[in-house]
């Protein structure tokens, strides 16, 4: 169960393509390929950094696979429903809201009906429905 949950944290990142693998032969080998990728400066820069706009530029621009993968990550966090907390939220609550009117109602089992005991809630900022 917990590795569906990461491969879908992972997938919902945008980058689940380059970290769900499918068996334990497969995550070792992918976990020392990216060990093995890093690639960290000799030194520090060693201009001052007082005053520059890009505090990153005397750093090697490829620190390899892992370090671009969290650069990537780090840079859409923003921009990714997975991060949105208050949307995530609002979805929760309408979740709890159609499980209280389904007690209610006496449909909370759903036994005979359209509905197979799922909640499903229609997130209005996508296409996708969430099931809680």
């Not at 370090?67 to 979805?91: S, Y």
Request: net charge positive.
């Amino acid at each position: 169960m917990s590795s569906r949950v990461a491969a879908s944290v992972a997938h919902a990142t945008g980058l689940g393509k380059h970290m769900v693998v499918h068996s334990r032969e497969e995550y070792e080998d992918r976990a020392v390929t990216l060990a093995n990728s890093l690639r960290y400066p000799s030194s520090a820069p060693t201009s001052s950094l007082k005053g520059k706009k890009d505090i990153g530029s005397e750093w090697p621009q490829d620190g390899g696979e892992l370090l671009e993968l969290r650069r990537r990550l780090f840079l859409t966090r923003k921009t990714m429903p997975l991060f949105d907390t208050a949307r995530w939220t609002r979805n929760l609550e309408k979740g709890y809201i159609a499980a209280w009117a389904r007690w209610v109602e006496g449909r909370q089992f759903g036994l005979g009906s359209k509905e197979d005991g799922c909640i499903r809630v229609k997130d209005n900022e996508s296409d996708f429905e969430s099931f809680l």
